[in-house]
């Protein structure tokens, strides 16, 4: 899928968390065989008869299964239902896409990171039942609780038609923590780059702080050959840059800083940029875009970057960093990535790009979305497999599904009573594994809520996660220059819906093409570029999809105001993050990833 986002979006993903995905939702699916349109049901389906579900969900990369996870087991068993999961990472969203597609529906879809344009399609079709009847002290008492406590999270989740086709998933962790004035979420930049510092040192060569000077210093990996010369591997296998083609956490998005902007150009709302006055535009049809390509390009002929970039997943670039072949790569964390490697390497700064400036495009997080789980048309009894999701909305139950089990992630409780991770050292000695290693391997995508305040009273913020949030204040932040970020999830009216759903998937390829065609083969000529910006204009609807995205925000925007709360510079922060402002697919890639 040429949108796969690990996310995405995360995604790790990215995941976080199995991969973050954007899917071409196409109205009028038949796999629910209710007209388009249809209003979406107010009525509970009062049938428990049904006690064996499938669910079809996302999975991190490092992840085994389901099938053993002690945590779900005890819900399982506590709501009476057992669940065949059907699990998958990179290849999800071909395979949601075909299921859908066919109507060879599983009773719900887990940690897939659908938007709320997709989720709107699918309700509006009847692929999804609507969820609104059964979010009540009589099925979900722990959600409704949650709901009636924090409305603006109801608000978020709902849907232009009043229907709830997703549950809410947010984790409120941001910059706060770490003493920012500012709380911008841990998902504002998802790509930290990172570089092979025991080699710059035997190289003799400084940490650059220019493309111009990460170029010579790649090209210093490749001529010295430097993972045979340095680690002892064999001979040419060295890589100095991998990374992943327009991935959430893992792509060379952050290299684009150097030509002002970081945005996913093949996924039509990650392209999409609001300037500081409100207006929205896309970055695809920019000359700075074009100047970056025809920038890189000239790196990938050199066999600086990793000619593999556009077709490899997460683990085979995670197989090739932690073996020490890679120079320079993006991901999450070090740790995670560089495995036994890790302690060589150093982030590296936003670079300045060939007019001596830089500037990173910001990504939503921190707020609420809906796309972790939603339940199909071919679940005969909701309301059981919703009793089994209610109890992910225990706090202590959404720490063990976010990390892991209270005995193997979690080691005790401290002095206040608020229970502590493990270390990297101890999770070392016991497993063999870092405690990010370990965290992907227990983690589960799903439809987790983790408020602010369960740091004060239910577990503490993780180390990493600490570290992450300092390392983004000091390095990365730093290098921002405008806070705006359009909002993906926004909600859209049926008529703006029937033209993304005319255009997005043929815009999304003809950038997604074009931007690998010319970061591999070179260009674009003016002539080339002339046509391609012709082509998204009058083949692929440019204007009308900034018109409908224009038109979302503003209201958006409007709605926000009027509810007394800040949108455009505080959309990507972890506490003041307001409805609808956050991409599940973002959180999902980087939970795959974290």
């Not at 100095?240 to 083609?245: D, H, V």
Request: contains cysteine; proline residues 3%.
């Amino acid at each position: 899928m040429k949108r796969n986002n690990l996310w995405k979006r995360v995604m790790a993903v990215a995941m976080a968390a199995g991969m973050t995905v954007s899917l071409a939702a196409c109205g009028g699916s038949s796999a629910a065989g209710t007209a388009s349109g249809e209003a979406a049901s107010t009525a509970a389906n009062t049938d428990t008869s049904q006690t064996d579900f499938d669910v079809m969900s996302g999975i991190s990369a490092l992840s085994g299964g389901y099938d053993d996870n002690t945590v779900l087991k005890s819900m399982e068993d506590t709501a009476g239902i057992k669940i065949k999961w059907e699990t998958q990472s990179d290849s999800i969203g071909e395979q949601v896409n075909v299921r859908i597609a066919g109507g060879d529906l599983p009773d719900a879809f887990q940690g897939v990171g659908f938007t709320n344009y997709e989720l709107t399609n699918y309700g509006d079709d009847g692929t999804f039942i609507n969820l609104d009847p059964y979010i009540n002290d009589t099925y979900m008492p722990n959600l409704s609780k949650i709901l009636k406590e924090n409305p603006k999270i109801r608000t978020a989740i709902t849907m232009s038609d009043g229907g709830i086709y997703g549950l809410p998933s947010a984790e409120q962790m941001g910059t706060s923590a770490v003493g920012d004035s500012n709380d911008y979420s841990i998902f504002t930049i998802p790509q930290f780059s990172m570089i092979n510092k025991a080699w710059l040192d035997k190289l003799g060569l400084p940490v650059p702080t220019t493309l111009e000077e990460l170029h010579d210093d790649l090209q210093a990996f490749k001529d010295n050959d430097m993972s045979h010369t340095y680690y002892g591997n064999d001979a040419g296998t060295t890589i100095p840059m991998s990374t992943g083609f327009d991935q959430w956490c893992w792509g060379q998005n952050i290299f684009y800083a150097g030509f002002g902007f970081t945005n996913w150009p093949n996924d039509v709302c990650s392209d999409l940029e609001l300037n500081d006055d409100g207006t929205v535009d896309f970055v695809c049809a920019k000359d700075n875009y074009r100047k970056a390509l025809t920038y890189f390009h000239n790196w990938y002929a050199e066999g600086l970057m990793d000619q593999e970039m556009f077709s490899q997943d997460t683990t085979q670039l995670m197989a090739k960093c932690s073996q020490g072949y890679v120079g320079v790569a993006t991901w999450w964390y070090i740790e995670e990535l560089m495995a036994d490697h890790a302690a060589d390497y150093v982030y590296l700064p936003i670079l300045n790009g060939p007019d001596g400036t830089h500037n990173v495009t910001i990504r939503t997080g921190g707020g609420t979305s809906s796309g972790n789980l939603s339940i199909t048309s071919a679940c005969k009894s909701p309301a059981s497999l919703l009793k089994f999701y209610d109890q992910w909305y225990v706090p202590e139950n959404t720490m063990q599904l976010q990390y892991g089990p209270e005995d193997v992630y979690f080691t005790g409780k401290d002095a206040n009573g608020l229970w502590e991770s493990i270390t990297d050292e101890e999770s070392k000695a016991k497993y063999g594994k870092s405690a990010g290693e370990l965290k992907s391997q227990y983690e589960v995508a799903g439809p987790k809520l983790i408020l602010s305040d369960y740091y004060n009273t239910t577990f503490k913020m993780e180390d990493r996660a600490l570290q992450r949030l300092t390392d983004l204040k000091n390095i990365f932040m730093p290098s921002v220059t405008s806070t705006a970020v359009y909002p993906i999830d926004c909600v859209y009216t049926s008529d703006e819906l029937s033209t993304i759903d005319q255009y997005k998937t043929d815009f999304e390829n003809t950038v997604s093409e074009q931007e690998g065609l010319w970061l591999k083969e070179g260009g674009p000529s003016d002539d080339e570029w002339n046509a391609y910006v012709a082509k998204l204009k009058d083949s692929c609807g440019m204007d009308a999809l900034q018109k409908a995205y224009q038109a979302a925000y503003d209201r958006y925007k409007t709605s926000n105001e009027d509810a007394g709360s800040t949108v455009s510079t505080t959309s990507a922060a972890g506490t003041a993050s307001t409805a609808g402002t956050a991409s599940t697919a973002s959180a999902a890639a980087s939970k795959a990833a974290s």
